[in-house]
């Protein structure tokens, strides 16, 4: 087997990615403590679908091939995202926070759709109970709204919407674990400084993930996946 930097490092991303799917399959603890429980049902607004393109919804299907293994792939458009080999060609430096703001079969038929020009890495279901990868991690989602970050970065959508949220104890584990793995992976530091939700992107047009959205809660929890990964 060559021994490289290269090689010694993929083996890295490899034994990460591989300890966070140990950690998913067990779930990770709660550690939300007293707070009381959200409701899992997301509210129902009157919201027009977009025009779907020709053909029937996608079908989802397991790929050996993606990146996290308790995800589904769902393939966005390659219209929708930029071939790269990253973190050889950049580095991934950021995880970026993002609310869908529509029913995720809706926001997975978007990005698979030309036209919308946008996609993200993965999905998150509101209950937490599916994760979709829409993207591979070494190509470049256009979800952030600016250039660098987009190249640095992977993006993680969630479903719900700002002026209802409804943010579920299932959701943020089975997003914390996810965002572990990412950081394990790419040695990127777990703070608030790596960890950034879309609004706090430079020039941002976006508020989300919203001021709702518990940011000590959720780095709790990506820290203690973060630590079990590593140990």
């Not at 997301?42 to 996608?58: C, F, N, W």
């Not at 050996?64 to 580095?91: H, I, K, Q």
Request: hydrophobic share 40%.
């Amino acid at each position: 087997m060559e021994d490289s930097p290269l090689s010694r490092r993929r083996l890295l991303w490899g034994a990460a990615g591989a300890a966070g799917t140990a950690l998913a399959a067990v779930e990770l603890p709660r550690l939300m403590g007293s707070e009381a429980k959200v409701k899992v049902a997301l509210p129902s607004p009157v919201r027009k679908a977009p025009v779907a393109a020709a053909g029937p919804p996608a079908a989802r299907r397991r790929d050996a091939l993606v990146d996290y293994a308790p995800a589904v792939w769902v393939e966005a458009c390659e219209s929708n995202y930029a071939s790269c080999d990253r973190p050889e060609d950049y580095p991934i430096e950021y995880v970026v926070i993002h609310l869908t703001t529509d029913r995720l079969p809706i926001m997975l038929s978007r990005f698979k759709d030309p036209a919308e020009r946008v996609s993200a890495h993965y999905v998150v279901s509101a209950t937490g109970t599916r994760i979709a990868q829409c993207v591979r991690e070494r190509d470049v989602a256009w979800h952030s709204g600016g250039v660098w970050h987009n190249y640095r970065s992977i993006g993680i959508e969630h479903e719900g919407w700002i002026d209802q949220p409804v943010y579920t104890d299932g959701m943020y584990e089975a997003s914390a674990v996810l965002t572990a793995t990412i950081c394990a992976k790419y040695d990127v530091p777990v703070d608030r400084d790596h960890i950034l939700g879309h609004v706090e992107i430079p020039l941002s047009t976006h508020e989300d993930p919203g001021p709702v959205w518990n940011w000590d809660a959720y780095m709790k929890l990506v820290e203690t996946a973060h630590r079990r990964i590593r140990t």
